[in-house]
């Protein structure tokens, strides 16, 4: 079955940049059918989605992160990766990745999920 | 940006009866709705989307509905796990996709 594995440094400090990967197995990040996206929720709150991006290495971004995040996705390693600059304490999260539908290939959903990664950000 | 609208925030019940929990939308989603069943230290899970088609392996105690802006999922007698929050989703506007605030369904 499709699992997702996200991986990436648990602490990033004030103003530098969070860099995670999500590794697919049992399915290809080349794929037209889907989506590949980034969602994150801080503890003990709502989620939020950040973004997502094709296989073409087209990307949607959440306009309130816009200038701040990049999503891009390597095909030879079937992974696709989330960067964020600038973080502040609120960005402290768990960082989930998951797959969506394309539009036009069906109706958009998120599955499935990674189990997430917390990231801290603290000096 | 679509603001999804979620309630009750708390809803209290016992195992075997019927939840009902409410998701409207501040303008029409069409049917590109979604719900998901989050446990503590878990990832959301997929339970519903198109309003209410059953993603795999959910089971037929779950159910959704509603168009437009106004939807509904519904748990027709609870069992004890699933006790957890509960999320709907939209991406029929967008970006950005959205997620309602979530409802907590808790063991009275």
């Known amino acids: 079955q499709v699992q997702l594995q996200e991986s990436g440094p648990g602490l990033v400090k004030p103003s530098e940049a969070l860099s995670l990967t999500c590794n697919v197995s049992?399915?290809?990040?080349?794929?037209?059918?889907?989506?590949w996206s980034w969602i994150r929720q801080p503890p003990g709150k709502g989620l939020e989605w950040i973004g997502n991006?094709?296989?073409?290495?087209?990307?949607n971004y959440n306009p309130s992160l816009n200038s701040r995040v990049s999503i891009s996705v390597d095909t030879s390693k079937n992974q696709f990766s989330l960067t964020l600059t600038s973080v502040t304490a609120a960005d402290t999260a768990i960082y989930y990745c998951?797959?969506?539908?394309?539009?036009?290939?069906?109706?958009?959903?998120?599955?499935?999920w990674g189990q997430g990664t917390l990231v801290t950000v603290s000096s | 940006e679509i603001v999804l609208t979620q309630s009750p925030a708390t809803l209290s019940l016992s195992p075997g009866e019927r939840a009902t929990l409410s998701c409207r939308a501040s303008?029409?989603?069409?049917?590109?709705l979604a719900w998901y069943q989050q446990k503590p230290g878990q990832a959301p899970r997929l339970l519903i989307y198109?309003?209410?088609t059953r993603a795999t392996g959910i089971p037929a105690r779950f159910s959704g509905s509603g168009s437009g802006t106004d939807f509904t999922l519904t748990i027709s007698s609870l069992e004890p796990e699933d006790f957890a929050v509960y999320y709907c989703?939209?991406?029929?506007?967008?970006?950005?996709?959205?997620f309602g605030q979530g409802t907590r369904l808790e063991i009275k």
């Open positions: 998951a797959r969506d539908i394309a539009p036009g290939r069906g109706s958009p959903r998120l599955d499935p």
């Open positions: 049992g399915d290809s990040v080349s794929s037209a059918t889907y989506y």
């Open positions: 991006v094709y296989y073409s290495g087209t990307t």
């Open positions: 303008q029409s989603v069409s049917s590109y």
């Open positions: 198109d309003t209410s």
């Open positions: 989703q939209q991406r029929s506007i967008w970006p950005p996709v959205t």
